[in-house]
């Protein structure tokens, strides 16, 4: 089985973020980077599935951005994938950008399956898998916690609104993995020292031209001060008063 598996290199949720001069971009001094976490449940996946698929399988990682980005492909390579395509760009790309550029690399592979996290944590868009897979003329789910193979199809099962939902897929298929869809393992020493041999092949990305642009960056309002508008029911009335003309919420 051919796998591939597509990463997002992106700040450390813990990272305190700082918005730069141009009010468009963050300031990346002192910001840690790391593998995308809906990222590891597609990295973990794909590595399940080719234990069990066993022989000659394989798993490609594949990532959109600049030299950095191979932090987060040697990450992937440690836990077990076999090598790594850095499709190079420099400059931010959109949602449409990034999947044009992966499409075309897949399209010159024959990738049983690829995976992806269901979105990335710093912009949180959710729409790569869906456009990668609409690239390719691929069969699609995303938000899944639970997947099984039978015999050519995928029985994916998607968390959806108040519950979730079973669909079958035929293959190729892309699949957007949601935390749940497994427990992602922690990368041996071995895999560690391994990783370092292991290739990560560089090449131009497509050129795709961005349809949407971040106009501008700011922090939200600083939290006021609270009020205290009395200890009994007598206090109701003006709080009524205030959240329909002050707050505006009612």
Request: one cysteine or more; glycine letters at 8%; aromatic letters at 4%.
């Amino acid at each position: 089985m051919n796998i591939a598996v597509c990463v997002s290199h992106v700040p450390d949720t813990a990272t305190k973020i700082k918005i730069g001069d141009d009010n468009k971009t963050i300031n990346k001094a002192g910001v840690t980077y790391i593998i995308n976490p809906y990222d590891e449940f597609a990295v973990e996946e794909a590595l399940t599935w080719k234990e069990k698929a066993g022989g000659d399988s394989k798993i490609t990682i594949l990532s959109v951005g600049g030299d950095s980005n191979k932090e987060t492909i040697r990450k992937a390579l440690a836990m077990g994938a076999d090598d790594g395509i850095l499709l190079k760009d420099d400059n931010p790309r959109d949602s449409m950008g990034i999947a044009k550029a992966l499409s075309k690399e897949i399209k010159s592979h024959k990738f049983d399956v690829v995976f992806c996290g269901k979105q990335s944590v710093d912009y949180d868009a959710g729409a790569v898998p869906q456009m990668l897979a609409e690239f390719l003329d691929y069969s699609c789910a995303t938000v899944v916690v639970a997947l099984k193979m039978d015999g050519n199809k995928i029985i994916a099962e998607r968390e959806v609104e108040g519950g979730r939902e079973v669909v079958e897929l035929e293959l190729p298929a892309v699949i957007g993995a949601q935390k749940g869809l497994n427990e992602p393992r922690y990368a041996s020493l071995k895999g560690i020292m391994s990783a370092k041999k292991k290739t990560i092949e560089e090449k131009p990305a497509a050129q795709a031209e961005n349809l949407s642009e971040i106009i501008k960056m700011y922090s939200p309002p600083a939290k006021q001060s609270g009020r205290i508008l009395g200890t009994d029911a007598s206090a109701v009335p003006e709080l009524v008063r205030l959240l329909r003309e002050e707050a505006k919420v009612i």
